[in-house]
């Protein structure tokens, strides 16, 4: 079964850092993309950051460009996003995704539960 389990989230004040972790497994991802999005209340989810498991190469929201930097461990199969200058806006629950891509049978895009974010002012 395939899974991801993200942790690290909590409660920081503005200018603070956190870095969370997503735990995958269940297969190998070696042709998937693994992003991060993120959800605050009343708003759409949106896109945060993008990283592909096979060579590191990565994509960035405007908003998150210069704070965020998003890593992986293919040795222990675990996607980081590290935060640096929270702002309150960045408040939301931060979700782990893996996204196929290749269009094959049996490859399917996957959701973690998510991991809280609050920042205070």
């Known amino acids: 079964q395939v899974q991801l389990v993200e942790s690290g989230g909590g409660l920081v004040q503005a200018g603070g850092s956190l870095r969370l972790s997503c735990a995958a497994s269940g297969r190998s991802f070696s042709n998937y993309a693994m992003r991060w999005f993120r959800q605050a209340p009343g708003r759409e989810r949106e896109f945060v950051a993008r990283?592909?498991?096979?060579?590191?190469?990565?994509t960035y929201a405007d908003f998150v460009k210069g704070r965020f930097t998003i890593s992986r461990d293919k040795d222990k199969n675990t996607v980081y996003l590290q935060m640096n200058s929270l702002k309150p806006e960045d408040t939301a629950v931060y979700y782990c995704n893996a996204d196929p891509t290749v269009v094959v049978e049996g490859y399917l895009e996957v959701w973690g539960q998510g991991t809280l974010v609050t920042v205070s002012s």
């Open positions: 990283i592909t498991w096979n060579y590191g190469s990565t």
